[in-house]
Every structure is written in structure tokens, then in C-alpha cells.
């Protein structure tokens, strides 16, 4: 807006000086451009804040950011360290499937061939009892279902049971994103991890069953209304190389200022690579846009990441950080072009009258979208289903007050 303001100082100073030399009606033309040029510069701005926050949504689900399928026909490659249990399981599964279905095949053709009737030939006297063939065909099967049975509930109590001291990230999935808590507090929608070190994942679900799922890790589990449920994995490779990690936070207050408000820094964590994850449990109209991404850090490079997002959640203004909490909570179901999804578009609402399902009616103003925030469900627009959640005790003051500036830029 400085910029803007500085730019329209130049062009009433540049009017002022052909007026002195061109006279008055062509000064007052000038000015009249320059105005229309700075309208239309506002309004470039505001559009600018709307695709900066769909461009955010967007790269979380970026397909492009994703490390690419390294592994085999069967499976992706092997990317933690319980990977390699699930997959000599499901190898073992599948190679005694294709014996025992090889195995059967040619033995029924052979004995389809052998004795098949034909004339000349008599019917061969079949044995009914052979306490070998039957103690065989019994205590091997039996064997291997046991052998499968033990390495079945190994990889379940491993999976199930995480290591002591383990990095713990809180998580919540909601139609139709999903929402990473650090123990610092900062909140992501992209999972960022250290390598090397084990992770315990505490899931909740604000609304329906959803399913948490890294097929590079091979952990897969159901994340469900009014409970929690957990995971670990230990991811041993990095995504991402040491180039593409933050740097230190600098120790100067301006100049800490200046580097975190550098886009250049925010577009290198926001591209940072990482391996698929998405939701795998069929839940609802936009459940194959429920995915995002794992980045695994270097050595120091999880804690740099830690250290940037705090600093740059806190110093955010009201506009950035209605940004960031409509890219985190909101895109999956409300638009800001004017186009209607799940729920109506957040595009020059503001101060426009929302009529309810109830009949009563009301004018969009900063009490309504705060109210609409925590008390969905008790005013529900004409035309839209009752899916939203409430985020009552889920986001600050701060994090409302931005949601309703972002909201009010979007004319």
C-alpha cells in the first residue's frame, strides 16, 4: 500500500507538471487516468492476495513437489524403518500365492489329461485314506499360517507401540485437508519431519472417518470422531537436499524481520519436496483432493524449519495470516473467485446480506464471520449443507481476527 500510495504521489506530481505547461484540462485528464490506474492497482493488489492463498492450497497437493516412485512394480520404494517388515510379508504372501496357484494349475491339467475317459479305459480304483499325504497336507499349511500369523502381529505391535521420547506432531483431519501441530505450536498442512528420528503422530477427526496414509512408510491408519488414534515411523532418508534447507535464524531483531519476511525463504520451505500422503478413506464429495506431502528434514534442518515458521507466525499482519489459515483450514471447501464449493465463496461477501436455512436473515459483517467460526451449525446459508466444523478453541484471536481481514480484502 506504500508502494501503491508513493506511485500515485509521482503520477499527481507528473499531472501538476504538465498543467503548467499543457494547461488545466489536460492535467485534469492525466489525473483522471492516474486515479483509474490506482483503483485498478488495488484492486490487482486484492486479487493478488486471493491467488496468493489458493497458490499456498494448491502447493501443498502440488504433485510436482512429490519425491518420484523409486520402487518396484509391486510397491513404492522403502522409505522408514518398519518399511522393509511389510514388504517381506507381502512378498512371501504373494510368492507362496503364485506356488500354491502354479502348483495346483498343473497338477489339475496333468491329472485332467491323465484321466480323462477315453475309450478302452476302465475307471482306476481311488484311494480313500493315506495317513502320509493327509499329515503333510495338513501340518505344512498349518505351519506357514502360523509362520504368516507371528510376522503379521510383529509389524502390528511394532507399528502400534512407538518408541520412548518420540517426536510427537499432533494431527487433524477435517473434509478435506489435514492439519500438523508441532510441539511449538506451529501449524503446517504439509508434515514436516527430522530424519532419523522416530515420530509418534496423535490423529483426531473433526467430522467424519478419514485414513492417514504414506505409502513410502507403509503406515496406514483411521483417523475417527471423538477419539484419538496413533502412528509412528522413523523416515531415515531426507527428501530434500542441504541447499534446500532454511538457514539460521539471525540474531538481529531487523535483520531477523527482514529474513522472514523474504518471499524468496517462504517459497523455498513451501516447495521443499516430499513424499505422498493422502486420505484413504472414502469421505466425501472432495475425498481424492485430501492429500498432501511428508518432508524430511537434514540433520538441523527440522529445527531451523521449527524456528522460521514461529518467528513468521508471529510476526504476521492481520491480511498474512488470514492468508495462512485459509490455505490450512478453508480452501477444501470455500473458494475466493466467486465460485461455490461445499460451502459459499469468501469473493465480496463482506457487508452483503446471508440469508439462513431458518428463514432470518443478516449482514456479513466481523461478528458474523467470528460466529460463523465457532458456531457453524447456528447459521447455516440458504443452499449449503451443515458440514462445517467449529474451530472453537482451535484457532486464536489472532488467527480469527486474520481470517475476517482476509475475508474483508476480498472485494
Known sequence: MTRLTSQMSWMSGEVLAQADTAG?????????????????????????????AAAVADMARDPNLLIPNDGSFWLPGEASVGAGNVDWLFHALVWLSIVCFVGITIAVVYFTVKY??????????SAHHNDV???IWTVIPALICVALFVGGWRGYVDLSTPPKHALEVQVTARKWSWEFVHPNGVKDSVLHVPAGRSVRLVMKSEDVIHSFFVPDFRIKKDVVPRRYTQVWFKAEQPTITPDQEIGDLPTDEQVKVAFVGDKANKTKIASQQGRRLFCTEY??????????RVVVH????????LAFKQE?????????RGQDVYARLCFACHTVDGSARVGPSFAGVFGTERTFV??????????????SLVNPQGQVVQGYPPSM??????????????VITYIKSLK
Open 24 to 52: 488545466a484540462g489536460q492535467a485534469a485528464g492525466n489525473a483522471a487516468a492516474a486515479a483509474g490506474d490506482g483503483a485498478a492497482a488495488v484492486a490487482d493488489g486484492a486479487a493478488a492476495v486471493a491467488n496468493g
Open 116 to 125: 480323462r475317459a477315453r475309450p478302452g479305459h476302465k475307471p482306476q480304483p
Open 133 to 135: 499325504v493327509e499329515t
Open 283 to 292: 469421505c466425501g464429495r472432495d475425498h481424492s483432493m485430501m492429500k498432501t
Open 298 to 305: 537434514n540433520p538441523g534442518g527440522y529445527d531451523r524449519y
Open 312 to 320: 513468521e507466525q508471529d510476526q504476521m499482519p492481520p491480511l498474512e
Open 358 to 371: 431458518d428463514g432470518t436473515s443478516v449482514i456479513m459483517d466481523e461478528n458474523y464471520i467470528r460466529e
Open 389 to 402: 466444523p467449529s474451530f472453537q478453541g482451535q484457532l486464536s484471536e489472532k488467527e480469527i481476527d486474520g
